[in-house]
């Protein structure tokens, strides 16, 4: 699928784009229902210049899977830290755009205002969809952290040490692994995303929103380099 024609294509463009949305950023919010909850991840093919995006949308009571679609196109953006949205929410929007329903929430493998510009995957997509977005990040970026307590649901704050903002939370998902990182991303609250991973994350480190879209990127992915080393 085609990348954008007005989509940034060097750094200050990407720059000057993350200091436009991120005003539009709306912090505060309720915690989606039991409705619909989607998962979006992606997996690169950096040889032959491709990422693949997966949306996996799941009944936010049981956990099943309802719904899944992914997406196939170029890399949008060079490897640039902290620019990292550029390179995937071309492929991410269109893998959401390919579901049949609107997930009520969309929980991001990345960050959201745990971001030096407090503009992450997380908040960038909720601000161009519209839609309630959450960052659950596997680890803590450039921002400080005191481990959380042993029982699932502690947490502590994770805050940039140049201002001692709170940014996010590490969260204990399971007793005795590693906490994840969760941030704000539109138009929720952090306490109310907390609630939300730890409500996707019954069993597991991370939310099965997060485990089953990395999974079918990743499936997908090997499928195409599967099929193109056949041809």
């Not at 032959?48 to 099943?64: M, Q």
């Not at 899977?65 to 620019?83: D, M, N, Q, S």
């Not at 029982?151 to 704050?157: A, E, L």
Request: a negative charge; one cysteine or more.
């Amino acid at each position: 699928m085609p990348i954008p024609a007005d989509w940034p294509a060097t750094e200050a463009e990407a720059l000057a784009e993350q200091e436009r949305l991120r005003p539009l950023v709306q912090p505060h919010g309720d915690a989606p229902d039991d409705g619909l909850i989607a998962g979006v991840d992606v997996a690169y093919d950096d040889e032959r210049d491709l990422v693949v995006a997966a949306a996996v949308l799941l009944d936010g009571a049981t956990l099943d899977v309802v719904e899944e679609a992914t997406a196939v196109g170029r890399i949008a953006f060079p490897y640039v830290p902290g620019l990292l949205a550029f390179r995937e929410l071309p492929a991410v929007l269109d893998a959401l755009a390919a579901l049949d329903r609107t997930p009520a929430a969309v929980v991001c493998d990345g960050y959201g205002l745990a971001h030096p510009r407090r503009l992450g995957l997380a908040s960038h997509l909720g601000v161009l969809t519209g839609l309630r977005t959450l960052g659950v990040a596997k680890t803590p970026f450039t921002f400080d952290h005191s481990e959380p307590g042993t029982t699932r649901g502690s947490w502590t704050p994770l805050t940039d040490p140049a201002t001692g903002e709170e940014v996010g939370r590490a969260v204990r998902t399971s007793p005795g692994v590693k906490p994840v990182f969760v941030s704000v991303g539109h138009r929720i609250g952090l306490a109310e995303a907390v609630d939300t991973t730890l409500a996707l994350a019954r069993r597991y480190r991370l939310p099965e929103t997060t485990r089953r879209a990395d999974s079918l990127c990743r499936r997908t992915l090997a499928a195409l380099q599967a099929q193109t080393s056949a041809n």
